[in-house]
Structures are given as structure tokens and as C-alpha cells.
């Protein structure tokens, strides 16, 4: 869906012959560490020479375009280049580090009034890292299992003021956390606490607990 021109594949390396049958030598990487906050360090750190690193989950499906009549399912590579270039532009242009895309469709995440955010959320299932805009700022690899999209939000909010999340688009992905392997390995809800109570140490009142579920968390971003 992303095609092969300017496209890497991160694996650990326990996983690379088996992920070789389907995908490309020539694109395949591995990788060594755990964690999803020591992952996401990786890809980003061994990308640094790129104008924008743009990391997404294996189980993305499409990318939605939501400003129409109905909405619409984008899975050709070359349109969905464009519609990420188009977003690592504006972000560049107002000197932001991180972008994104709306998390959702529902009608409480969006409005047609409302076609981009310069504050919330940024999800990782996609997003854009501008490596020259970053300084010093990086992924918590102590955030092993979940929030470490959270933290860099808010380190990127306190430190560059703006994110940049373009809220005509979101992408959309298979049923999470029921694959084997990968973070399956590490996942508990013990864990699952422990990172939600390192970021609530971190940013105090910013971090809310959510009162959905017991480990996630709602951002009350005063900016």
C-alpha cells in the first residue's frame, strides 16, 4: 500500500526470514531492541538524515479522506505519498517537528468547520518526525508497551508549541493488540499501568485518566 520507493520495513531480527518471504530484501531492515518506545527510538534515530521519517503499524489497512460525501478509501501508494508529503509540508512550514492525522471519523473527533489541529493527540499508528525541527527532543524508551505517542505530544507541545494534525484524513488499521509476537511478548496490564503512571508523573495534570478504560489516559493540553 505504501509501494517501495522511499520505504523501509523494521523487523526484529528473530522475525526476518519470516517476514522475507513477503517482503522485499531490498527494503527489509532489522532491528534489535524492545519495546515500543525503544522501536520507534530506532526507526527514527537510524532515519535522521531523511527530510521526514513517517512511521506506521503493520496493520494498517487504508488511509480515509472524510471531507465529502461519504467517506473514501485511499490505498493507492502514490496518492497517499501526496496527501503525507502535503502534510510534512505545513508542518514544516510552521516549524513543527511532529504531524499526523485525525484518529478517527466519528463525529466527535471532527467537524467539516474544522480541517486541521495545531493541539491534541498525535497517534502513532502514523505519524511524521521532521528530524532538522526535533533538537534534542526523542522517544522515552521507557514507555515499553503504550503512551510513548503520548509523551512525544507533549514533549513536542511543551518544547515547539504547535503539532500539526490534519484532520481531513485518518488511517485506518486491522483490530489491535490481538496479533502473536511483537509487543504481544511484553504486554500486560501491569505494564499497561506502569506507563500510564510514568506519564502522569511527567506531565501532572496535563494526563487524565480516562474513565473508559483503567490504562488510558485523555490530555487536557491548555494550548
Same mark, same amino acid.
Not at 527489509?28 to 527514527?44: D, E, F, P, S
Not at 505545513?90 to 511532529?98: K, M, R, S, W
Not at 471532527?110 to 522517544?139: C, E, K, R, W
Not at 503504550?146 to 505530544?153: A, K, N, Q
Given at each position: ?111 467539516? !468547520? ?71 511478548? !511484553? ?31 485523555? !490530555?487536557?493540553?491548555?494550548?
Amino acid at each position: 500500500m505504501l509501494g517501495k520507493s522511499d520505504c523501509l520495513v523494521y523487523v526484529h531480527k528473530n522475525e526476518y526470514d519470516d517476514y522475507l518471504k513477503v517482503v522485499s530484501k531490498d527494503i527489509l531492515r532489522t532491528h534489535n531492541v524492545q519495546g515500543i518506545g525503544a522501536i520507534r527510538k530506532h526507526l527514527y534515530e537510524n532515519n535522521k538524515d531523511q527530510d521526514y521519517v513517517f512511521e506506521v503499524d503493520d496493520d494498517i489497512t487504508y488511509f480515509e479522506y472524510k471531507f465529502s460525501d461519504k467517506v473514501k478509501m485511499i490505498a493507492d501508494a502514490d496518492h497517499i505519498k501526496n496527501v503525507v508529503d502535503n502534510a510534512y509540508q505545513v508542518a514544516y512550514d510552521i516549524g513543527t517537528p511532529l504531524f499526523s492525522f485525525a484518529a478517527g471519523i466519528g463525529p466527535f473527533l471532527y467537524t467539516q !468547520l474544522d480541517h486541521v489541529f495545531f493541539s491534541g493527540f498525535v497517534n502513532f499508528v502514523g505519524a511524521g518526525i521532521i528530524p532538522s525541527l526535533m533538537g534534542d527532543i526523542t522517544f522515552d524508551q521507557r514507555f515499553n508497551v503504550m503512551h510513548e505517542d503520548h509523551d512525544l505530544t507533549l514533549q513536542v507541545k511543551y518544547h515547539k508549541r504547535y503539532v500539526f494534525i490534519d484532520g481531513r484524513y485518518s488511517i485506518r488499521s486491522r483490530a489491535r493488540n490481538l496479533g502473536v509476537g511483537g509487543l504481544s511478548l !511484553l504486554r500486560t496490564s501491569s505494564e499497561h499501568l506502569k506507563c500510564r503512571e510514568l506519564l502522569m508523573r511527567k506531565f501532572g495534570d496535563v494526563v487524565q485518566p480516562s474513565s473508559k478504560k483503567e490504562d488510558k489516559v485523555v !490530555l487536557r493540553i491548555g494550548f
